[in-house]
């Protein structure tokens, strides 16, 4: 099975900052990448697939590159509503894995 | 509207079994890969199943493998998901979800296995 890594676990930061947070895969995954934010009690929402597409409604403010083993998603200017729980998935091959998380809270 | 609306969790003693279902509408269910995705209280997001449009295919984590197994009926526009043999760490909330990456995601419906 694929291993996803996150780094940070978590981060503290400010409205206004910009972010970035790193997904590592234990092998090439093309650009077979999506990243998600959750909320608590709410379902993941899908914010970019195929590494670096915006999914369609996502703010701007969102993007994500990288190719191979190692991506990022950048959030270039944090909004309140952006402070949340950031999961990376691979679809590359099965089992498809997520990553362990990057919790972004308040500063 | 895209809609994926769960049923079928609570309660269960290890060893038991539930079933779970997912109503889709909205879209051309039979066209689409569906999944199972799960969330233990607390920790992060595992995906657990797939099932190709046609049910041809299917594909498990390792974990569930042998004692969940994932199902369509594409006349009813439902998913279906039948856990036998649960664990304590089965205990999740268990999401339904459109294709391999998931724009479209159920609510949850939340499975507790404990005596």
């Known amino acids: 099975a694929i291993r996803i890594t996150q780094s940070p676990s978590s981060l503290s930061a400010s409205t206004g900052d910009r972010v970035t947070i790193t997904c590592r895969a234990s092998q090439g995954i093309s650009s077979y990448l999506a990243w998600y934010q959750q909320k608590p009690g709410k379902a993941p929402k899908l914010l970019i697939y195929?590494?670096?597409t915006l999914q369609s409604g996502v703010p701007s403010r969102f993007s994500g590159s990288g190719s191979g083993t190692d991506f990022t998603l950048t959030i270039s200017c944090l909004q309140s509503e952006d402070f949340a729980t950031y999961y990376c998935q691979q679809y590359y091959s099965y089992p498809l894995t997520f990553g362990p998380g990057t919790k972004v809270d308040i500063k | 509207e895209v809609q994926l609306v769960e049923s079928g969790g609570g309660l269960v003693q290890p060893g038991g079994s539930l079933r779970l279902s997912c109503a889709a509408s909205?879209?051309?269910?039979?066209?689409?890969?569906m999944s199972w995705v799960r969330q233990a209280p607390g920790k992060g997001l595992e995906w657990v199943a797939n099932?190709?449009?046609?049910?041809?295919?299917?594909y498990y984590v390792d974990s569930v493998k042998g004692r969940f197994t994932i199902s369509r009926d594409n006349a009813k526009n439902s998913l279906y998901l039948q856990m036998n043999s649960l664990r304590a760490e089965d205990t999740a909330v268990y999401y339904c979800a459109r294709g391999g990456y998931s724009v479209y995601w159920g609510q949850g419906t939340l499975v507790t296995v404990s005596s």
């Open positions: 909205g879209f051309t269910f039979s066209s689409y890969w």
């Open positions: 195929a590494a670096s």
């Open positions: 099932i190709k449009q046609d049910g041809s295919e299917k």
